[in-house]
C-alpha cells in the first residue's frame, strides 16, 4: 500500500491523503436505486463492523470487507465486478454483483435494511463514472426476469412492490 494525496473540491490545494494499492486502472460500478433524493443525494446502509454475522458469511477480500464497513475511506466496490446478474437478480438478492443498492429515502435510506447510514452525492457519482438506475428501469428488469422465471412470479411481485412503494 502507499499514500496518495487527491482534491476534495475545487479550491486550490485542498487535498485529502488516501491509501491504496499502486495499481493503474479504471473502476466503473453501477448504483441501483429508486430514484434521485430528493437533494441530490442518495444514502446507503453499510454495516457497522466486520463482525456482522451476515458479512462474515460472505467470505470477501480483506480489501472488500474494508469497502463493505468503510465506504467512505475505501471507495464504494461491487462485491464482483465480472457477475453476469441482472439489476432484477440483484434487487433479489443475488448481491454478489457489479452493483451497489443505495436508497433516495434521505436521511433515513431504505426501511428493508439495517446498518450505519452513508450519504452518497449523486453529482459526485454520476461524474466519477456510476451509472443510476431508475425504480422504472428496476421494476421493467423485475418484470422481465418474471416473464423468465414464471415459478418465482410470487416472490418477484413481493419484491417489486417493495421497490414501488419504498419511497411513499
Known sequence: MTEHS??????????????????????FFFVVVDEPGKDGFLVRKIYASNSDPYLSKMDLSEAKM??????????????DFSASY?????????NASAYISTSSAFPEGSPRF?????????DKAVRSGAKLIST??????????????PHLGKRIDKISKYVNDIDK
Open 136 to 149: 422504472a428501469e428496476i421494476l421493467k428488469s423485475l418484470d422481465e426476469y418474471k416473464n423468465q422465471n
Open 114 to 122: 439495517e446498518g450505519k447510514t452513508i450519504i452518497v452525492d449523486i
Open 6 to 27: 487527491t482534491l476534495t473540491n475545487e479550491t486550490p490545494h485542498s487535498t485529502y491523503d488516501i491509501t491504496g494499492m499502486l495499481m493503474p486502472a479504471r473502476a
Open 86 to 94: 441482472s439489476v432484477a437478480e440483484h434487487v433479489m438478492g443475488n
Open 66 to 79: 474494508l469497502s463493505e464497513t468503510n465506504p467512505e475511506r475505501y471507495g464504494l466496490i461491487p462485491k
